[in-house]
Protein backbone atom coordinates (compact mmCIF):
# COMPACT_ATOMS: atom_id res chain seq x y z
CA UNK A 1 0.00 0.00 0.00
CA UNK A 2 2.68 2.55 0.94
CA UNK A 3 4.63 1.99 -2.07
CA UNK A 4 1.78 2.34 -3.78
CA UNK A 5 0.88 5.99 -2.61
CA UNK A 6 4.49 6.57 -3.10
CA UNK A 7 4.09 5.30 -6.84
CA UNK A 8 0.45 7.41 -7.22
CA UNK A 9 3.08 10.48 -5.69
CA UNK A 10 5.58 9.71 -8.31
CA UNK A 11 2.86 9.04 -11.11
CA UNK A 12 1.86 12.82 -10.42
CA UNK A 13 5.17 14.43 -10.27
CA UNK A 14 5.59 12.89 -13.68
CA UNK A 15 2.61 14.28 -15.23
CA UNK A 16 3.65 17.73 -13.51
CA UNK A 17 7.33 17.72 -15.00
CA UNK A 18 5.01 16.29 -18.50
CA UNK A 19 7.16 12.89 -18.74
CA UNK A 20 4.70 10.34 -19.89
CA UNK A 21 4.91 7.71 -16.51
CA UNK A 22 4.67 3.86 -16.99
CA UNK A 23 1.18 2.31 -15.55
CA UNK A 24 0.46 -1.14 -14.94
CA UNK A 25 -2.45 -1.27 -17.22
CA UNK A 26 0.14 -0.34 -20.28
CA UNK A 27 -0.56 -2.60 -23.05
CA UNK A 28 3.08 -2.27 -23.32
CA UNK A 29 5.31 -0.83 -20.35
CA UNK A 30 8.40 0.53 -21.35
CA UNK A 31 11.06 1.07 -19.10
CA UNK A 32 13.29 4.22 -19.89
CA UNK A 33 14.97 4.53 -16.54
CA UNK A 34 15.19 3.08 -13.28
CA UNK A 35 12.28 4.90 -11.83
CA UNK A 36 10.00 3.41 -14.62
CA UNK A 37 11.28 0.08 -12.93
CA UNK A 38 10.48 1.30 -9.83
CA UNK A 39 7.03 2.06 -11.01
CA UNK A 40 6.20 -1.06 -13.03
CA UNK A 41 7.85 -3.45 -9.68
CA UNK A 42 5.15 -2.07 -7.46
CA UNK A 43 2.12 -3.41 -9.50
CA UNK A 44 1.12 -6.80 -8.65
CA UNK A 45 0.62 -7.86 -12.29
CA UNK A 46 1.16 -6.67 -15.74
CA UNK A 47 -1.17 -8.06 -18.34
CA UNK A 48 0.77 -6.53 -21.30
CA UNK A 49 4.51 -6.67 -22.30
CA UNK A 50 7.46 -5.22 -20.60
CA UNK A 51 9.86 -3.60 -22.16
CA UNK A 52 13.19 -2.44 -21.59
CA UNK A 53 14.00 0.79 -23.74
CA UNK A 54 17.34 0.86 -25.27
CA UNK A 55 17.96 4.63 -22.59
CA UNK A 56 17.34 2.32 -19.64
CA UNK A 57 20.59 3.30 -18.15
CA UNK A 58 22.82 0.29 -16.63
CA UNK A 59 20.78 -1.14 -13.42
CA UNK A 60 17.11 -1.72 -14.20
CA UNK A 61 16.09 -3.97 -11.02
CA UNK A 62 11.89 -5.05 -10.82
CA UNK A 63 12.04 -6.26 -7.59
CA UNK A 64 8.69 -5.40 -5.58
CA UNK A 65 5.09 -6.67 -5.71
CA UNK A 66 5.38 -7.34 -9.44
CA UNK A 67 5.19 -11.35 -9.64
CA UNK A 68 3.45 -11.78 -13.17
CA UNK A 69 4.06 -10.17 -16.81
CA UNK A 70 1.17 -11.46 -18.97
CA UNK A 71 2.81 -11.02 -21.82
CA UNK A 72 6.25 -10.40 -22.82
CA UNK A 73 10.14 -9.13 -21.45
CA UNK A 74 11.67 -7.81 -23.91
CA UNK A 75 14.95 -5.74 -23.83
CA UNK A 76 16.37 -5.34 -27.56
CA UNK A 77 19.83 -3.48 -28.72
CA UNK A 78 20.93 -2.20 -25.46
CA UNK A 79 24.34 -1.61 -25.06
CA UNK A 80 24.21 -0.11 -21.97
CA UNK A 81 22.05 -2.07 -19.74
CA UNK A 82 24.81 -4.12 -16.96
CA UNK A 83 22.10 -5.85 -14.38
CA UNK A 84 18.79 -7.36 -15.34
CA UNK A 85 17.12 -8.33 -11.89
CA UNK A 86 13.80 -9.10 -10.24
CA UNK A 87 13.47 -11.20 -7.04
CA UNK A 88 10.02 -11.10 -7.07
CA UNK A 89 8.82 -11.90 -10.79
CA UNK A 90 7.53 -15.90 -10.55
CA UNK A 91 5.88 -15.63 -14.45
CA UNK A 92 6.28 -14.18 -18.16
CA UNK A 93 3.44 -15.44 -20.02
CA UNK A 94 5.07 -14.43 -22.89
CA UNK A 95 8.62 -13.91 -24.47
CA UNK A 96 11.47 -13.92 -22.35
CA UNK A 97 13.36 -12.08 -25.25
CA UNK A 98 16.93 -10.60 -24.72
CA UNK A 99 19.01 -10.10 -27.32
CA UNK A 100 22.07 -7.97 -27.84
CA UNK A 101 22.85 -6.60 -24.81
CA UNK A 102 26.41 -6.58 -25.16
CA UNK A 103 27.11 -5.23 -21.75
CA UNK A 104 24.71 -7.85 -19.96
CA UNK A 105 26.93 -9.18 -16.97
CA UNK A 106 24.18 -9.60 -14.33
CA UNK A 107 20.56 -11.46 -15.30
CA UNK A 108 19.34 -12.16 -11.74
CA UNK A 109 15.61 -13.88 -11.15
CA UNK A 110 15.35 -15.51 -8.45
CA UNK A 111 11.78 -16.23 -7.99
CA UNK A 112 11.49 -17.18 -11.92
CA UNK A 113 10.14 -20.19 -12.01
CA UNK A 114 7.85 -20.36 -15.61
CA UNK A 115 8.00 -18.46 -18.87
CA UNK A 116 6.58 -19.07 -22.13
CA UNK A 117 9.99 -18.75 -24.05
CA UNK A 118 13.47 -17.67 -23.21
CA UNK A 119 15.21 -16.14 -26.62
CA UNK A 120 18.56 -15.01 -25.76
CA UNK A 121 21.23 -13.97 -27.83
CA UNK A 122 24.30 -11.64 -28.40
CA UNK A 123 25.05 -11.56 -24.44
CA UNK A 124 28.76 -11.40 -24.58
CA UNK A 125 29.37 -10.03 -21.22
CA UNK A 126 26.94 -12.65 -19.73
CA UNK A 127 29.07 -15.83 -17.61
CA UNK A 128 26.33 -16.77 -15.26
CA UNK A 129 22.83 -17.06 -14.45
CA UNK A 130 21.41 -15.98 -11.05
CA UNK A 131 18.72 -17.72 -10.76
CA UNK A 132 16.77 -19.81 -7.93
CA UNK A 133 16.81 -23.48 -7.23
CA UNK A 134 14.92 -25.25 -8.90
CA UNK A 135 14.69 -21.91 -11.10
CA UNK A 136 12.67 -22.03 -14.38
CA UNK A 137 10.69 -25.09 -14.17
CA UNK A 138 8.01 -24.20 -17.15
CA UNK A 139 9.06 -23.52 -20.92
CA UNK A 140 7.76 -23.89 -23.99
CA UNK A 141 10.86 -22.97 -26.20
CA UNK A 142 14.24 -22.17 -25.18
CA UNK A 143 16.76 -20.70 -27.42
CA UNK A 144 20.33 -19.57 -25.98
CA UNK A 145 22.91 -18.08 -28.50
CA UNK A 146 26.21 -16.20 -28.43
CA UNK A 147 26.50 -15.62 -24.71
CA UNK A 148 29.33 -16.05 -22.33
CA UNK A 149 27.30 -18.75 -20.18
CA UNK A 150 29.16 -21.21 -18.47
CA UNK A 151 26.94 -23.10 -17.37
CA UNK A 152 22.97 -23.31 -17.67
CA UNK A 153 22.14 -23.33 -14.53
CA UNK A 154 18.62 -22.36 -13.35
CA UNK A 155 17.18 -24.07 -16.14
CA UNK A 156 15.29 -26.73 -14.68
CA UNK A 157 12.73 -27.40 -17.34
CA UNK A 158 11.50 -31.35 -17.77
CA UNK A 159 9.27 -30.95 -20.94
CA UNK A 160 9.76 -28.90 -24.26
CA UNK A 161 8.50 -28.28 -27.49
CA UNK A 162 11.98 -26.59 -28.75
CA UNK A 163 15.63 -26.20 -27.89
CA UNK A 164 18.25 -24.26 -29.69
CA UNK A 165 21.40 -23.79 -27.66
CA UNK A 166 24.53 -22.43 -29.94
CA UNK A 167 27.67 -20.68 -30.09
CA UNK A 168 28.04 -20.27 -26.26
CA UNK A 169 32.00 -20.68 -26.63
CA UNK A 170 32.37 -21.06 -22.68
CA UNK A 171 29.86 -23.34 -22.34
CA UNK A 172 31.23 -26.34 -20.88
CA UNK A 173 28.64 -28.83 -18.88
CA UNK A 174 24.98 -29.20 -19.66
CA UNK A 175 23.24 -30.97 -17.67
CA UNK A 176 19.61 -31.15 -17.98
CA UNK A 177 16.52 -33.02 -16.20
CA UNK A 178 14.45 -32.52 -19.26
CA UNK A 179 11.98 -35.55 -19.62
CA UNK A 180 10.78 -35.11 -23.08
CA UNK A 181 10.71 -32.84 -26.02
CA UNK A 182 8.38 -32.37 -28.71
CA UNK A 183 9.96 -30.56 -32.10
CA UNK A 184 13.51 -29.70 -32.08
CA UNK A 185 16.61 -29.89 -30.43
CA UNK A 186 19.84 -28.49 -31.43
CA UNK A 187 22.89 -28.47 -29.30
CA UNK A 188 25.67 -26.58 -31.69
CA UNK A 189 28.50 -24.46 -32.07
CA UNK A 190 29.46 -24.31 -28.20
CA UNK A 191 32.81 -24.56 -26.50
CA UNK A 192 34.63 -27.85 -27.79
CA UNK A 193 34.54 -29.17 -24.60
CA UNK A 194 30.91 -28.89 -24.23
CA UNK A 195 29.91 -32.33 -22.23
CA UNK A 196 25.97 -32.86 -22.33
CA UNK A 197 24.06 -34.93 -19.92
CA UNK A 198 20.37 -35.73 -19.99
CA UNK A 199 19.83 -38.54 -17.87
CA UNK A 200 16.15 -38.46 -17.44
CA UNK A 201 15.15 -37.98 -21.43
CA UNK A 202 13.10 -40.53 -22.29
CA UNK A 203 12.02 -39.43 -25.72
CA UNK A 204 12.83 -36.20 -28.15
CA UNK A 205 12.02 -35.15 -31.78
CA UNK A 206 14.51 -33.78 -34.32
CA UNK A 207 18.10 -33.50 -32.23
CA UNK A 208 21.26 -32.36 -34.18
CA UNK A 209 24.28 -32.37 -31.69
CA UNK A 210 27.59 -31.28 -33.13
CA UNK A 211 30.77 -30.19 -31.34
CA UNK A 212 30.57 -31.61 -28.08
CA UNK A 213 32.97 -33.54 -26.26
CA UNK A 214 30.80 -36.17 -24.28
CA UNK A 215 27.08 -37.04 -24.98
CA UNK A 216 24.58 -39.00 -22.82
CA UNK A 217 21.44 -39.90 -22.72
CA UNK A 218 21.17 -43.77 -20.14
CA UNK A 219 17.33 -43.55 -20.24
CA UNK A 220 16.62 -42.13 -24.03
CA UNK A 221 13.98 -44.57 -25.74
CA UNK A 222 12.46 -43.68 -28.44
CA UNK A 223 13.16 -40.29 -31.47
CA UNK A 224 9.87 -39.10 -32.79
CA UNK A 225 12.32 -37.59 -35.90
CA UNK A 226 15.56 -37.69 -36.68
CA UNK A 227 18.81 -38.27 -34.60
CA UNK A 228 21.97 -36.43 -36.15
CA UNK A 229 25.60 -36.34 -34.39
CA UNK A 230 27.75 -34.25 -36.82
CA UNK A 231 31.68 -33.16 -35.94
CA UNK A 232 31.90 -33.98 -32.28
CA UNK A 233 34.94 -35.19 -30.30
CA UNK A 234 33.32 -38.09 -28.18
CA UNK A 235 35.76 -41.16 -28.70
CA UNK A 236 32.68 -43.45 -27.53
CA UNK A 237 29.26 -43.07 -28.30
CA UNK A 238 26.17 -45.19 -26.40
CA UNK A 239 22.86 -45.04 -26.11
CA UNK A 240 21.74 -47.96 -24.27
CA UNK A 241 18.31 -47.70 -24.15
CA UNK A 242 17.04 -46.43 -27.64
CA UNK A 243 14.85 -48.96 -28.82
CA UNK A 244 13.50 -46.71 -32.02
CA UNK A 245 14.33 -43.96 -34.37
CA UNK A 246 10.07 -43.32 -35.40
CA UNK A 247 10.13 -41.43 -38.64
CA UNK A 248 13.84 -39.82 -39.53
CA UNK A 249 17.03 -40.36 -39.74
CA UNK A 250 20.05 -41.77 -37.64
CA UNK A 251 23.32 -40.63 -38.77
CA UNK A 252 27.11 -40.27 -37.41
CA UNK A 253 29.23 -38.08 -39.54
CA UNK A 254 32.61 -36.64 -39.36
CA UNK A 255 33.13 -37.35 -35.41
CA UNK A 256 36.94 -37.71 -36.18
CA UNK A 257 37.65 -39.23 -32.88
CA UNK A 258 34.87 -42.14 -32.09
CA UNK A 259 36.05 -45.58 -31.90
CA UNK A 260 33.09 -47.10 -31.00
CA UNK A 261 29.02 -46.49 -31.37
CA UNK A 262 26.86 -48.49 -29.28
CA UNK A 263 23.19 -48.95 -29.29
CA UNK A 264 22.91 -52.34 -28.41
CA UNK A 265 18.84 -51.87 -28.47
CA UNK A 266 18.00 -50.54 -31.56
CA UNK A 267 15.77 -52.02 -33.66
CA UNK A 268 14.02 -49.94 -36.18
CA UNK A 269 15.13 -46.15 -37.85
CA UNK A 270 12.15 -45.16 -39.76
CA UNK A 271 14.27 -42.77 -42.20
CA UNK A 272 17.87 -43.29 -43.44
CA UNK A 273 20.91 -44.33 -42.05
CA UNK A 274 23.97 -42.63 -42.22
CA UNK A 275 27.48 -43.58 -40.57
CA UNK A 276 29.96 -41.22 -42.83
CA UNK A 277 33.42 -40.55 -42.36
CA UNK A 278 34.42 -41.15 -38.81
CA UNK A 279 37.57 -42.03 -39.88
CA UNK A 280 38.54 -44.02 -36.40
CA UNK A 281 36.03 -46.06 -36.19
CA UNK A 282 37.33 -49.48 -37.63
CA UNK A 283 34.50 -51.90 -36.28
CA UNK A 284 30.94 -51.10 -37.08
CA UNK A 285 29.21 -53.17 -34.40
CA UNK A 286 27.53 -51.84 -32.05
CA UNK A 287 23.82 -52.15 -33.45
CA UNK A 288 23.18 -56.16 -32.94
CA UNK A 289 19.15 -55.63 -33.02
CA UNK A 290 18.99 -53.39 -35.80
CA UNK A 291 16.48 -54.97 -38.23
CA UNK A 292 14.44 -52.27 -40.37
CA UNK A 293 15.30 -49.15 -41.93
CA UNK A 294 12.61 -47.45 -43.76
CA UNK A 295 15.18 -45.27 -45.92
CA UNK A 296 18.54 -45.85 -47.27
CA UNK A 297 21.47 -47.43 -45.51
CA UNK A 298 25.22 -45.63 -46.15
CA UNK A 299 27.87 -46.45 -44.18
CA UNK A 300 31.27 -45.32 -45.94
CA UNK A 301 34.40 -45.09 -43.51
CA UNK A 302 37.76 -46.66 -42.43
CA UNK A 303 36.41 -49.83 -41.47
CA UNK A 304 37.73 -53.05 -41.21
CA UNK A 305 34.42 -54.82 -40.43
CA UNK A 306 30.89 -54.15 -40.37
CA UNK A 307 28.08 -56.29 -38.80
CA UNK A 308 24.51 -55.66 -38.58
CA UNK A 309 23.41 -59.45 -37.65
CA UNK A 310 19.54 -58.76 -37.30
CA UNK A 311 19.40 -56.43 -40.20
CA UNK A 312 16.41 -57.97 -42.49
CA UNK A 313 14.38 -55.26 -44.01
CA UNK A 314 15.85 -52.05 -45.79
CA UNK A 315 13.42 -50.47 -48.14
CA UNK A 316 15.94 -47.89 -49.82
CA UNK A 317 19.57 -48.49 -51.56
CA UNK A 318 22.32 -50.11 -49.33
CA UNK A 319 25.53 -48.41 -49.83
CA UNK A 320 28.68 -49.68 -47.76
CA UNK A 321 32.44 -48.71 -48.86
CA UNK A 322 35.47 -48.66 -47.14
CA UNK A 323 39.25 -47.61 -47.31
CA UNK A 324 39.76 -50.26 -45.88
CA UNK A 325 39.38 -53.81 -46.58
CA UNK A 326 35.69 -55.36 -45.92
CA UNK A 327 35.66 -58.62 -48.16
CA UNK A 328 34.20 -60.40 -45.30
CA UNK A 329 31.69 -57.64 -44.34
CA UNK A 330 30.06 -57.41 -48.15
CA UNK A 331 29.95 -61.37 -48.27
CA UNK A 332 27.63 -61.30 -45.41
CA UNK A 333 25.52 -58.68 -46.99
CA UNK A 334 25.31 -59.24 -50.53
CA UNK A 335 22.89 -62.23 -50.19
CA UNK A 336 20.50 -59.60 -48.58
CA UNK A 337 20.36 -57.58 -51.62
CA UNK A 338 17.20 -57.92 -53.67
CA UNK A 339 15.20 -59.63 -51.12
CA UNK A 340 16.19 -58.45 -47.32
CA UNK A 341 17.56 -55.39 -48.99
CA UNK A 342 15.13 -53.70 -51.52
CA UNK A 343 16.81 -50.45 -53.08
CA UNK A 344 20.20 -50.61 -55.04
CA UNK A 345 23.15 -52.55 -53.47
CA UNK A 346 26.64 -51.88 -53.55
CA UNK A 347 29.71 -53.00 -51.54
CA UNK A 348 32.91 -51.91 -51.84
CA UNK A 349 36.99 -52.23 -50.46
CA UNK A 350 39.83 -50.36 -50.48
CA UNK A 351 37.90 -47.29 -51.65
CA UNK A 352 40.63 -44.16 -50.79
CA UNK A 353 37.00 -41.91 -51.60
CA UNK A 354 35.05 -43.93 -48.91
CA UNK A 355 35.02 -40.85 -46.41
CA UNK A 356 34.52 -38.46 -49.30
CA UNK A 357 30.31 -38.87 -49.91
CA UNK A 358 29.15 -37.86 -46.44
CA UNK A 359 25.97 -36.72 -47.76
CA UNK A 360 23.41 -37.64 -45.29
CA UNK A 361 19.82 -36.91 -46.59
CA UNK A 362 19.29 -40.55 -45.85
CA UNK A 363 16.76 -40.27 -48.39
CA UNK A 364 13.78 -43.16 -50.26
CA UNK A 365 12.10 -42.97 -46.94
CA UNK A 366 9.00 -44.41 -47.53
CA UNK A 367 7.38 -43.20 -44.37
CA UNK A 368 5.19 -40.19 -44.28
CA UNK A 369 5.87 -38.41 -41.27
CA UNK A 370 2.77 -35.87 -40.91
CA UNK A 371 0.52 -39.14 -41.52
CA UNK A 372 2.43 -41.16 -39.03
CA UNK A 373 2.36 -38.10 -36.42
CA UNK A 374 -1.88 -38.24 -37.61
CA UNK A 375 -1.76 -41.97 -36.92
CA UNK A 376 -0.27 -42.24 -33.64
CA UNK A 377 -2.27 -38.44 -32.48
CA UNK A 378 -5.47 -40.97 -33.56
CA UNK A 379 -4.33 -44.16 -31.73
CA UNK A 380 -4.01 -41.99 -28.46
CA UNK A 381 -7.13 -41.02 -28.36
CA UNK A 382 -9.06 -43.85 -29.29
CA UNK A 383 -6.60 -45.75 -26.47
CA UNK A 384 -8.23 -42.61 -24.26
CA UNK A 385 -11.87 -43.24 -25.04
CA UNK A 386 -11.65 -46.84 -24.93
CA UNK A 387 -9.82 -46.45 -21.00
CA UNK A 388 -12.47 -44.10 -20.33
CA UNK A 389 -15.44 -45.98 -21.93
CA UNK A 390 -14.05 -49.06 -19.61
CA UNK A 391 -14.11 -46.49 -16.80
CA UNK A 392 -17.59 -45.92 -17.57
CA UNK A 393 -18.68 -49.12 -17.75
CA UNK A 394 -17.17 -50.04 -14.21
CA UNK A 395 -19.25 -47.33 -12.55
CA UNK A 396 -22.17 -48.90 -14.05
CA UNK A 397 -21.50 -52.28 -12.38
C1 LIG B 1 23.28 -4.08 -31.25
O1 LIG B 1 23.00 -3.01 -30.41
C2 LIG B 1 23.77 -1.85 -30.69
C3 LIG B 1 23.41 -0.82 -29.63
O2 LIG B 1 23.88 -1.25 -28.41
C4 LIG B 1 23.47 -1.36 -32.09
O3 LIG B 1 24.28 -0.25 -32.38
C5 LIG B 1 23.76 -2.46 -33.06
O4 LIG B 1 23.36 -2.05 -34.35
C6 LIG B 1 22.97 -3.69 -32.68
N1 LIG B 1 23.36 -4.79 -33.55
C7 LIG B 1 22.45 -5.47 -34.26
C8 LIG B 1 22.99 -6.56 -35.09
O5 LIG B 1 21.26 -5.21 -34.23
C1 LIG C 1 6.65 -35.26 -20.81
O1 LIG C 1 7.29 -34.87 -19.60
C2 LIG C 1 6.41 -34.27 -18.67
C3 LIG C 1 7.25 -33.74 -17.54
O2 LIG C 1 7.99 -34.74 -16.94
C4 LIG C 1 5.38 -35.29 -18.21
O3 LIG C 1 4.50 -34.70 -17.30
C5 LIG C 1 4.63 -35.78 -19.44
O4 LIG C 1 3.77 -36.81 -19.06
C6 LIG C 1 5.58 -36.29 -20.51
N1 LIG C 1 4.80 -36.56 -21.71
C7 LIG C 1 4.83 -37.72 -22.35
C8 LIG C 1 3.89 -37.83 -23.52
O5 LIG C 1 5.58 -38.62 -22.05
C1 LIG D 1 7.11 -39.53 -29.34
O1 LIG D 1 7.23 -40.89 -29.04
C2 LIG D 1 6.87 -41.24 -27.71
C3 LIG D 1 7.16 -42.69 -27.49
O2 LIG D 1 6.60 -43.48 -28.51
C4 LIG D 1 5.39 -40.89 -27.51
O3 LIG D 1 5.02 -41.17 -26.19
C5 LIG D 1 5.19 -39.42 -27.79
O4 LIG D 1 3.85 -39.07 -27.69
C6 LIG D 1 5.70 -39.05 -29.17
N1 LIG D 1 5.64 -37.62 -29.30
C7 LIG D 1 5.24 -37.01 -30.40
C8 LIG D 1 5.27 -35.54 -30.36
O5 LIG D 1 4.90 -37.62 -31.40
C1 LIG E 1 11.16 -33.21 -37.66
O1 LIG E 1 11.62 -32.41 -38.73
C2 LIG E 1 10.95 -32.70 -39.94
C3 LIG E 1 11.65 -31.94 -41.03
O2 LIG E 1 11.95 -30.65 -40.62
C4 LIG E 1 9.50 -32.30 -39.79
O3 LIG E 1 8.80 -32.57 -40.97
C5 LIG E 1 8.90 -33.13 -38.68
O4 LIG E 1 7.58 -32.72 -38.44
C6 LIG E 1 9.68 -32.96 -37.39
N1 LIG E 1 9.22 -33.92 -36.44
C7 LIG E 1 8.64 -33.55 -35.31
C8 LIG E 1 8.16 -34.65 -34.41
O5 LIG E 1 8.53 -32.38 -35.00
C1 LIG F 1 31.07 -27.96 -35.56
O1 LIG F 1 30.09 -28.72 -36.25
C2 LIG F 1 29.81 -28.25 -37.57
C3 LIG F 1 28.73 -29.13 -38.13
O2 LIG F 1 27.55 -28.89 -37.48
C4 LIG F 1 31.07 -28.34 -38.41
O3 LIG F 1 30.83 -27.80 -39.69
C5 LIG F 1 32.17 -27.57 -37.74
O4 LIG F 1 33.38 -27.78 -38.46
C6 LIG F 1 32.39 -28.06 -36.32
N1 LIG F 1 33.40 -27.26 -35.66
C7 LIG F 1 34.41 -27.84 -35.02
C8 LIG F 1 35.39 -26.90 -34.38
O5 LIG F 1 34.52 -29.04 -34.95
C1 LIG G 1 15.85 -48.52 -19.78
O1 LIG G 1 14.49 -48.84 -20.06
C2 LIG G 1 13.93 -49.73 -19.13
C3 LIG G 1 12.56 -50.14 -19.63
O2 LIG G 1 11.85 -49.06 -20.12
C4 LIG G 1 13.88 -49.06 -17.77
O3 LIG G 1 13.33 -49.93 -16.81
C5 LIG G 1 15.30 -48.69 -17.36
O4 LIG G 1 15.27 -47.98 -16.15
C6 LIG G 1 15.94 -47.83 -18.42
N1 LIG G 1 17.33 -47.60 -18.11
C7 LIG G 1 17.78 -46.40 -17.88
C8 LIG G 1 19.26 -46.28 -17.66
O5 LIG G 1 17.06 -45.42 -17.89
C1 LIG H 1 41.06 -36.49 -31.35
O1 LIG H 1 42.11 -37.36 -31.73
C2 LIG H 1 43.29 -36.70 -32.10
C3 LIG H 1 44.31 -37.74 -32.55
O2 LIG H 1 43.68 -38.71 -33.31
C4 LIG H 1 43.83 -35.90 -30.93
O3 LIG H 1 44.96 -35.16 -31.33
C5 LIG H 1 42.76 -34.97 -30.44
O4 LIG H 1 43.20 -34.32 -29.28
C6 LIG H 1 41.49 -35.69 -30.14
N1 LIG H 1 40.47 -34.72 -29.82
C7 LIG H 1 39.69 -34.83 -28.76
C8 LIG H 1 38.70 -33.75 -28.55
O5 LIG H 1 39.76 -35.79 -28.00
C1 LIG I 1 31.94 -50.10 -26.93
O1 LIG I 1 31.06 -49.47 -26.01
C2 LIG I 1 30.19 -50.38 -25.35
C3 LIG I 1 29.19 -49.58 -24.54
O2 LIG I 1 29.75 -48.46 -23.97
C4 LIG I 1 31.00 -51.36 -24.53
O3 LIG I 1 30.13 -52.27 -23.90
C5 LIG I 1 31.95 -52.10 -25.43
O4 LIG I 1 32.79 -52.94 -24.67
C6 LIG I 1 32.81 -51.13 -26.23
N1 LIG I 1 33.59 -51.87 -27.22
C7 LIG I 1 34.89 -51.72 -27.35
C8 LIG I 1 35.53 -52.55 -28.40
O5 LIG I 1 35.54 -50.93 -26.66
C1 LIG J 1 38.90 -37.86 -51.11
O1 LIG J 1 39.69 -37.64 -49.95
C2 LIG J 1 41.04 -38.00 -50.10
C3 LIG J 1 41.71 -37.89 -48.75
O2 LIG J 1 41.35 -36.69 -48.10
C4 LIG J 1 41.67 -37.10 -51.17
O3 LIG J 1 43.03 -37.44 -51.35
C5 LIG J 1 40.91 -37.28 -52.48
O4 LIG J 1 41.38 -36.39 -53.45
C6 LIG J 1 39.42 -37.03 -52.27
N1 LIG J 1 38.71 -37.41 -53.48
C7 LIG J 1 37.77 -36.67 -54.01
C8 LIG J 1 37.11 -37.23 -55.22
O5 LIG J 1 37.42 -35.60 -53.53
C1 LIG K 1 35.81 -35.71 -42.67
O1 LIG K 1 36.11 -35.41 -41.32
C2 LIG K 1 37.21 -34.55 -41.17
C3 LIG K 1 37.44 -34.38 -39.69
O2 LIG K 1 37.88 -35.59 -39.17
C4 LIG K 1 36.93 -33.23 -41.84
O3 LIG K 1 38.06 -32.40 -41.75
C5 LIG K 1 36.60 -33.46 -43.29
O4 LIG K 1 36.22 -32.26 -43.90
C6 LIG K 1 35.46 -34.45 -43.41
N1 LIG K 1 35.22 -34.75 -44.80
C7 LIG K 1 34.05 -34.50 -45.40
C8 LIG K 1 33.98 -34.88 -46.84
O5 LIG K 1 33.10 -34.02 -44.81
Redesign the pocket.
Given at each position: MYSKTFVSAAAALAMVSGVAAVSCDDPTATIASAADATTVASCDSIEGSVVVDSSSGSQIDFSGSLTKIGGDLIVLNNGGLISLSSTSLESIGGAFQVKNVTLLSTLKFTALSSVGTIDWSSLNALEQLTFGTPGVVSAKEVTIADTFLNTLDGINVHSLDKMDINNNHRLTDFTTELNNL?TLLNINANGPKLSVNMPNLI?A?NMTISNVTKFSAQSL??I?GSLRFDSNFFDTFSAPNLTEV?TGDLSFVSNANVTNITLPLLEKIGGGFTIANNTAMEDLNGFPKLSMVGGAVKLRGSFSSVELPALDDVRGAFDLSSTGDIKTSCEAFSSKAGSEIQGEYSCTSNNANANNDTDSTGGDSTTDESAA?AL?GMSMSWLVSLVSIAGFVVAFL
Open positions: TWAESNQGQ
